[in-house]
């Protein structure tokens, strides 16, 4: 043996491998760990600290997956990786994997916004534009499944790389969450709570399936153009008003400038008169029964409406069989149709008898005969 292979040999025993990553940055999500040829000796040191945990990837297949402490790297530590390569007895050192720390770490306050306003329909205003934007919260919950589905070969994932990826799928379930939820435009606003809430439970099985969980989702706020919001205050005020109150308040101020436009001692007696009238009309809109009493006028009686008409029902005979009963309407279809004709017996409530239908007075006129006789000659 050579003096090389011996000191190669020497060190080799003195210095141990160590398989590890400080994190300097606040957005690094998934870091490969770095080595000529992805070479590790056996027996390395693994350290995977608090809020890390270590995926080994074998050419593009997961294998093992290490969650925070320290570890040998041999045989025994790594059951899917050596079966993976075969390894029946052990294996000789260096042997390769990619080894992938992943910072499992709450990510808090990522941004998210529509860029472009989506449609909504409106019962009241038809088709609206609105805009919406929030915050939200993530983690890595899966490491293996994120490294091998959404990570790849990226040796250096970011927060912003991430968040690229979540901000479509984002954007895309709330507007069919909010699409659904068919409130009235004006409340959307109002209940952001809920549907933070509503959004978070429709997203989190999509965020699911890449190894995501989304932690927490919020809309701070939903806009939409300043002509609609002119539209829905005015809208609500309308929606309040007394059109017949705001009709006669209306006509008063109409009167009360007319008569300050005119001039003289008719313009002063007019403006008299009006303010005479415009203050019964006011009194009459602010207490119609107070104004009455005031001015000597009788007090209104209660009217009590008519019956209403009770419709005549009729019973029928058909091929031997009581039919009905029948309005006087559905009668005659029935006579049109030829259920029955002008034999056929027909009863009402106050006849003693069944009775032919030709017989019935109110019922001749399913019979014709009703024809008017010829104008005069002159």
Not at 278 to 301: I, Y
Request: charged share 25%; glycine share 8%.
């Amino acid at each position: 043996m050579g003096l090389f292979d011996e000191i190669k040999k020497k060190l080799s025993h003195e210095f141990i491998d160590i398989v590890e990553w400080l994190d300097q940055t606040n957005d690094t999500i998934v870091h490969r760990f770095e080595r000529y040829q992805n070479e590790i000796k056996n027996n390395a040191k693994l350290i995977v600290r608090e809020g890390q945990v270590a995926v080994f990837i074998n050419e593009g297949q997961l294998a093992d997956v290490f969650k925070p402490g320290t570890y040998d790297l041999n045989t025994q530590n790594l059951p899917i990786l050596t079966t993976l390569k075969g390894w029946k007895y052990g294996f000789n050192s260096p042997f390769k994997a990619e080894v992938y720390f992943v910072n499992t770490r709450l990510f808090t306050d990522e941004k998210w916004g529509t860029k472009n306003p989506f449609m909504l329909s409106d019962e009241r205003f038809g088709l609206v534009e609105i805009r919406a934007f929030g915050t939200y919260s993530f983690r890595i919950n899966d490491p293996g499944k994120f490294v091998v589905d959404v990570v790849g070969t990226d040796g250096n994932f970011t927060n912003y790389e991430v968040n690229e990826h979540l901000k479509s799928l984002i954007v895309t379930r709330f507007t069919d969450t909010v699409g659904e939820a068919n409130l009235p435009v004006e409340l959307y606003a109002a209940n952001t709570s809920e549907l933070s809430e509503t959004c978070q439970e429709v997203m989190q099985p999509e965020f699911g399936r890449v190894g995501i969980e989304l932690e927490r989702f919020y809309i701070e706020n939903v806009s939409m153009p300043e002509e609609l919001k002119k539209e829905i205050f005015e809208y609500s005020r309308l929606d309040k008003l007394d059109m017949t109150k705001l009709a006669q308040f209306k006509a008063a101020k109409a009167m009360e400038a007319a008569a300050k436009n005119e001039g003289g001692t008719a313009g002063a007696g007019m403006g008299m008169g009006m303010g005479f009238v415009l203050a019964q009309q006011m009194g009459n809109m602010m207490n119609p029964q107070a104004s009455q009493q005031a001015f000597g006028a009788p007090q209104p009686q209660a009217v009590t409406p008519p019956p209403m008409p009770v419709q005549t029902m009729y019973y029928y005979a058909s091929n031997g069989q009581q039919m009905g009963p029948v309005s006087i309407d559905k009668l005659k279809e029935l006579f049109a149709s030829r259920t029955v004709n002008r034999d056929s017996l027909v009863w009402k409530q106050g006849m003693e008898n069944w009775t032919a239908l030709k017989e019935v007075p109110e019922l001749k006129s399913f019979l014709g005969g009703n024809t008017p006789p010829p104008l005069p000659t002159a």
